[in-house]
């Protein structure tokens, strides 16, 4: 069966960076791409952008360009964010969710991981 | 950037009756490309619906999605238990992909 899981729980200082990590199993990697979606505490789903492993396209939310990346490694079938500079506003549950569009842009998204929380505090 | 604004803010109802879950766009939502998702507390968005009206596998069909243009409608016909959540609406017609704010459906 198609599983998403994602690393744990970060706490970082402001100005840090973390990187988010999610393990897929259960298709083939290279089929869909990938969306990162965050959640803020007790608030709505917020989509950072889109990468796809089939060939290597991004596509980042303006509000995050500059301090994110969106990677793949397709031989451990795993996907990556990265996001720099962080800021206490970053504090959110990050989640990754496959995304049925492999080629450019964003589709919707019909597996997803359980979330890593990042907590951003001095 | 398209907004979307769902509507109410929170729906109160009992098991057995039916829903009507609205999302409007700020301007026209391509090829109505419209998703719904279901999430729960402590647990990661589901899908529902895609392209408006397409129910994603394993959603039970009293999960109806309908609408157009800018105007878009989740259907729940006989509410069970468990479907009892907050609800959101994704455009991905456009980039930047947006949710709406979400419904919350609690039971009254």
């Known amino acids: 069966q198609v599983q998403l899981v994602q690393s744990g729980t970060e706490v970082k200082k402001p100005g840090a960076s973390v990187k988010v990590s999610c393990k897929t199993s259960?298709?083939?990697?290279?089929?869909?791409?990938f969306t990162w979606v965050r959640q803020a505490p007790g608030q709505g789903l917020e989509w950072m952008g889109w990468i796809s492993p089939y060939n290597g396209n991004t596509n980042y939310a303006q509000k995050f360009q500059g301090r994110v990346t969106m990677t793949t490694d397709t031989s451990t079938s795993t996907a990556y964010l990265e996001l720099r500079s962080l800021r206490s506003d970053d504090t959110a549950l990050y989640y990754c969710?496959?995304?049925?569009?492999?080629?450019?842009?964003?589709?919707?998204?019909?597996?997803w991981g359980q979330g890593t929380l990042v907590t951003v505090s001095s | 950037e398209i907004v979307l604004s769902q509507s109410p803010g929170t729906l109160s109802l009992s098991p057995g009756e039916g829903a009507t879950l609205s999302c409007r766009a700020s301007q026209s939502v391509m090829s109505n490309y419209l998703a719904w998702y279901q999430q729960k507390p402590g647990q990661a968005p589901r899908l529902l619906i895609y392209a408006a009206s397409s129910r994603a596998t394993g959603i039970p069909d009293r999960f109806g999605g309908s609408g157009s243009v800018t105007d878009f409608t989740l259907t729940i016909s006989r509410l069970e238990p468990e479907d009892f959540a907050v609800y959101y609406c994704q455009q991905y017609g456009s980039s930047p992909i947006t949710f709406g704010q979400g419904t919350r459906l609690e039971i009254k």
């Open positions: 259960g298709y083939t990697f290279t089929n869909y791409g």
């Open positions: 969710a496959r995304d049925w569009n492999k080629y450019g842009g964003s589709y919707y998204s019909d597996y």
